[in-house]
């Protein structure tokens, strides 16, 4: 039986690995295209006859529609969730308080006389580092660690214990580490002067179990209510609050809910108006309602709206700079170098240097020029272009093609490694994209039922 459980385990996980190998292959031209696309550079010269300083569009209805009708596809997004919140605080007791903060000044006594901080974290600590002897493996800033943190750092040394605090149902005992006595597996130096590496013994407040029952039966409550009359409204009627996320979709949850990611992944599938169950997060009861559920594909007028006016703002003050931008059109055909066209307007070339793989930045609003500059002839024009920024023209100078005796075996194996992965990072979300959009869940729990 022990045997069957663990092949029942893993033959999934194997079947999955087959699949991504299987789908995915990397012939010798694709990879020499790879090769080419990241390190053959094309050189250029750039001119920007950038957008007037300032200026407004009319922002009447008949303006904003036809900068919407321009836009409209180059604002589409995948699906998209937007959630209203309901964040009920749990409550403790002051005997569980205590207990958690005996716990922890117990801990922190016996660090004080001398027992291993690394092993009293791996036996007490409910921290997700506990195993590796609560050690949080990332440089943190003074910001991050709050005041009373924050304070104790600036008179207390590596090597030192910080006394217990609670925040919210957690109680936390720190030691600084010694930077000397890194042992961790990112061994670097500070980034910034303050930061500090920690180690950390998590003790959880404990609420009675009659206690938690009747604060989830409350929260259970209100989300029974909030099926007839909306979160908001049920919310209210008890004195409570809510507030929405912003709009979000598979890959960017909302950093409201990091604590509750089982509510952000059950907003992904709902209903606009659906009402969830009861969440339980590490200090809240979480309930959440579907505001918004959008398709994917471009936003509706309305979800757009200031936007809207921003780009209309942004594309009336280029339409000022058209005028500088024809003189400079005029100047090129009357047989004017890009230089000398630049300077009859009080205006300078950059140089640009630029592959397939990694344009140049100042480029991104115009692919199109980007586009014209890879396939250009050495001398040609391109432009004008219009962007965000203004008026573009570049002139074709070079291309430096790499020799192929760079690339070595070493330099293929880094190439397919990546192109792989990213090929097997995107199989992968595709096939659990597929998942969810076939998977029918559904909450069979009674009204009364525990967490």
Sequence with gaps: APFEDIVRGSVPVRKLQERLLSAIKLTQPELR??????YDRHSATLLVVPAADTGRSSGDEAALRKVYETYRTRLATRSRTQLEVLAIPKSYGDEEIKAAMDMAKSLYDRALRGEDFVQLARDYSEGPNAERGGLIDRWLSPSELGGVVSAALQVKKPGELIEPLREGGRVMLFKIMDPAQDTSRTKTPPPYPGAVKLSQILIKVRPAPESQRRQLQDVQAIATRARAVGLSKAATEKGQSTFKTGIYDQSNAPPQLFAVPEAAEWGLAAKQGDVSQVFEGGDAFVVVQAALQHAAGPPTREEVGEQLRMIADAEHR????????????????????????????????????????????????????????LAAAPGKMVGPFRSSQGWLFARKDGIGTSPDSLLTDQLKGQLTTEILGARQRRFFDGYIERLRSQSKITDARGPSSGM
Excluded at 320 to 326: F, L, Q, V, Y
């Design 33 to 38: 295209q790879a090769y080419r696309d990241r």
């Design 318 to 373: 280029v339409d000022m700079a058209k005028p500088r931008a024809d003189s400079v059109l005029a100047a090129l055909k009357a047989g004017r170098t890009l230089e000398q066209a630049a300077q009859s307007v009080r205006l300078t070339t950059l140089p640009l240097q630029i592959t397939r793989q990694q344009p140049d930045p100042r480029l991104q609003g115009s692919p199109e020029l980007i586009g014209m500059i």
